[in-house]
Every structure is written in structure tokens, then in C-alpha cells.
């Protein structure tokens, strides 16, 4: 019976967020018709990439074009995104990744962790040179670490890349040490990890890459930052563009109640830390994500404030117009957890910004996009792919236009100054 009581709420469309049908098929005929086109898996169709028409736009669809990270084996279920949100998020990571944590003390004394992956080797194999590429990855709002994104790391392990995992005060593990845990759309301890990574690797590229809801904060942090964010390029998985439209649509309930117990797990450990801040009857005892965010963060002890306000500080495109940064963004069309595209997605940014580029895939679910063969997520092949491009397009700009690099002879090497796009980039 419960077999039978799964298969039916995975059948296609049970679970999907109520929306207008007539609406959904506009807007599938849109997608038709906008954006390049490319050749995804087999099975589930075309891509397409919608972007503002530049320089950096016409490289990256040549390297996309030209690679195979859009193409591998035919998933069996393609029509099934329920099924496929669910394989990724379950299935153990291959091999299992060797994990070393690092606590770093932030200026109010809390903590965040920082795991690095150095492989299923241990800690004396693996990883890249001093001057590799440091990836950071960022998990869902959550703090859940899912099979999918260490996948992600230990593919880009093999690369040459050093993965780092960013989590939040409290997440994973993390010793909760203030009674503060960070709102959705914060990226204040965010901005600390990166310059903490800039220290430490002061010759090396920084990328970042988020799954999920998690994508809020790095958007977020992308458009407070501007052109001093320190970061080469930046990609989100299934993001969650509209924080607030998001908690108040509500996901379907085979999504939403195991992620509300996950979190009202992680919070019951420190309920007498924060029953100083919040009332935590009121906390443990909510019944949709929407209830739980606004008793943790807007129905305070110390700074209550109102639903509306909280947003307008945590919304995570507050800033969008404002990012320096090429971003990546790779969305299905079916995906049952962001909602439907015609509402969820906002396209005019992807038209009018040159830094902001989304590959859309008819199919794929929340965070899925899978495959036969290795790696299992195409998704994975296309951000490193992207990664890659990125870093070439630079470089050959660079050799182009003849930038000065900093040198110094008979002395300890400059650090290199902040990262900066070129507008001309872009255009």
C-alpha cells in the first residue's frame, strides 16, 4: 500500500504547485521560440540559452555547443521529475568523499564551517595546485548537504579544482556559538568566507556554485558585492529567484513536510540558545516553511519586524541590476520544488543583463537533470564546462588587450588586485 500510495503521488502532475494550466501553456510555446537552442539528453528534448546578445555570450555558446556535457545516456523515467529530484538527493555520492573541516570565527564571534574535499584518497591526495581554481559550493537554505552537490565536488576534484563547502551557522553540524542564524537572503557571513578564501589562496581564481534555495544567498551576495565580489564566474542549480513568492506558494507537501522536520531537527539542538530570541513553542510547532521563517526571523524578542520588511532586506534579485559577475543559472521547465516557469522565472533579467545567463531544460526536476553513465548529472558537466569557458574568455581578452600583470623581482610575489569585469566584456 505504500508502494502504491508513492507511485500515485509521483505520477506526473500530482504533485505539481497549483497554477493556471493556460498560463503553463503559453508559456511552454514561449519557450519554443526564445533562446538558442541545444541538444540535451536524449530523450527530454532541446535546451535553450536566454541571454542579452555580447561578446562573452557568443564564446560561452560556442563552448556549449561544441561540448558534450548537454548530451549522455537516456534516462529511463525523463517524465518523472518527482522521481529524478529524488535520485539525486538519495543516492549516495561515488566514490565517498574524504571530508577535512575548518571553523572560521566570524567578527560576532559566531562560527561557520568550511569542509574542503580532498577525495576519497585522504588528506594527502587529491586536490589541485596552489594556483587552482578554489570551487565553492554552496547547499540549499536548508543546510543539507544532498549526494548531488558532493557528486558535483569530487567531479571537479578530478579537475583540478579545490571544492569547498560554505555552511551556515548551525547547518551540518556547525556549532551554533550566538544566538543568530543567518535569514535567507544574508550574505554578510557569506562576504566573510570569501575573503577568508582570498587570503588563503591569494593567486587563485574563485568560482562559486549553488544548489537549490541556497542559490537565494549567492544571488544575493552577487548583486550586494557588485564588481568587488571577488568571484570569476558563479552558477546556481534550480535557484529560487523569488524568495518570498516561493514561502508563500508553499511546495508540494511530499517536499515541503520532510524539509520542515529536517530543520526542526537541526533547531531543536539549540533550543535553549534560542529561546533567548524566539519563542520556540511557537518555532517547533510550525506547520509550512512560510510559519517557521517568519517566527525565526521576524517574530523576535529582541527586532520583531513585519513579513514585508524582512523581504525587502532578504529578497534574493534585490540587487540584481547591480551584479558584475557572469551567473549561470540551469532551470527545468518541470521542475516541481522553484513552481512554474511563467511565474518563478524572471526572464527580463536574463534579456536585459549581461551577466546573467539561463539554460533552460524541458526536463530535469529540482536539482535532478540525470544521467546514465558518469557523473550521473548532466548539470555537473555543464557547470564545469562553463567554468572552464569562462576562464578561457578571460584570458584571451587578456592576451588581446595586453593587460599588465603585476610582477615584482627578487621579492615575495604581489597579490594579484581585485577581480573585476570589463564592461566591454559584456557588450
Not at 562576504?191 to 549567492?218: M, N
Not at 565580489?229 to 506558494?249: H, K, M, N, Q, V
Request: glycine share 12%.
Amino acid at each position: 500500500m505504500g508502494l502504491g500510495l508513492l507511485a500515485w503521488c509521483l505520477w506526473p502532475g500530482r504533485l505539481e504547485v497549483p497554477g493556471d494550466v493556460g498560463e503553463e501553456e503559453e508559456e511552454e510555446e514561449e519557450e519554443e521560440e526564445e533562446g538558442i537552442p541545444f541538444m540535451a539528453e536524449e530523450g527530454s528534448g532541446h535546451c535553450r540559452l536566454l541571454c542579452k546578445p555580447s561578446a562573452l555570450a557568443q564564446h560561452l555558446v560556442r563552448s556549449l555547443g561544441r561540448s558534450a556535457a548537454l548530451r549522455g545516456g537516456r534516462w529511463p523515467w525523463p517524465r518523472w521529475p518527482q522521481l529524478q529530484m529524488l535520485w539525486q538527493l538519495l543516492q549516495p555520492p561515488e566514490p565517498e568523499p574524504v571530508v577535512a573541516r575548518e571553523l572560521l570565527q566570524l567578527p560576532d564571534a559566531g562560527l561557520v564551517a568550511l569542509d574542503w574535499l580532498v577525495g576519497p584518497w585522504g588528506a594527502a591526495g587529491g586536490g589541485g595546485g596552489v594556483s587552482s581554481p578554489v570551487l565553492l559550493l554552496i547547499p540549499n537554505a536548508a543546510g543539507k548537504v544532498t549526494g548531488g552537490l558532493l557528486q558535483l565536488g569530487l567531479r571537479a576534484l578530478e579537475r583540478g579544482f579545490i571544492p569547498v563547502i560554505f555552511n551556515r551557522r548551525g547547518h551540518n553540524g556547525c556549532p551554533l556559538t550566538t544566538p543568530r542564524l543567518q535569514p535567507f537572503g544574508d550574505p554578510g557571513d557569506l562576504r566573510e568566507v570569501v575573503t577568508y578564501l582570498r587570503c588563503r589562496h591569494p593567486s587563485a581564481s574563485l568560482l562559486a556554485v549553488s544548489e537549490g534555495s541556497g542559490s537565494g544567498l549567492l544571488l544575493a551576495y552577487l548583486g550586494e558585492s557588485g564588481s568587488s565580489s571577488r568571484l570569476l564566474a558563479a552558477a546556481c542549480l534550480s535557484p529560487i529567484f523569488r524568495g518570498r513568492d516561493w514561502f508563500e506558494a508553499g511546495m508540494p507537501w511530499l517536499y515541503e513536510w520532510p524539509l520542515l522536520l529536517h530543520l526542526k531537527r537541526g533547531l531543536s539542538r539549540y533550543t535553549g540558545a534560542l529561546a533567548e530570541v524566539v519563542d520556540m513553542d511557537r518555532l517547533l510547532g510550525s506547520r509550512s516553511l512560510r510559519e517557521l521563517e517568519e517566527t525565526l526571523f521576524c517574530r523576535t524578542r529582541s527586532r520583531p519586524t513585519s513579513w514585508e520588511s524582512y523581504w525587502e532586506r532578504n529578497e534574493p534579485l534585490r540587487d540584481a541590476d547591480e551584479a558584475a559577475v557572469p551567473v549561470l543559472c540551469l532551470c527545468s521547465a518541470d521542475d516541481p520544488v522553484r513552481g512554474p516557469p511563467a511565474r518563478s522565472l524572471p526572464r527580463e533579467l536574463f534579456r536585459s543583463s549581461p551577466f546573467f545567463f539561463l539554460l533552460l531544460s524541458p526536463l530535469g526536476g529540482h536539482c535532478g537533470f540525470p544521467r546514465r553513465g558518469p557523473g550521473r548529472c548532466w548539470a555537473h558537466e555543464a557547470v564545469l564546462e562553463y567554468f572552464r569557458a569562462m576562464a578561457e574568455f578571460l584570458r584571451t581578452e587578456e592576451r588581446r588587450k595586453g593587460l599588465p600583470r603585476p610582477r615584482r623581482w627578487g621579492g615575495a610575489p604581489v597579490e594579484p588586485p581585485v577581480f573585476t569585469w570589463q564592461r566591454s566584456y559584456t557588450r
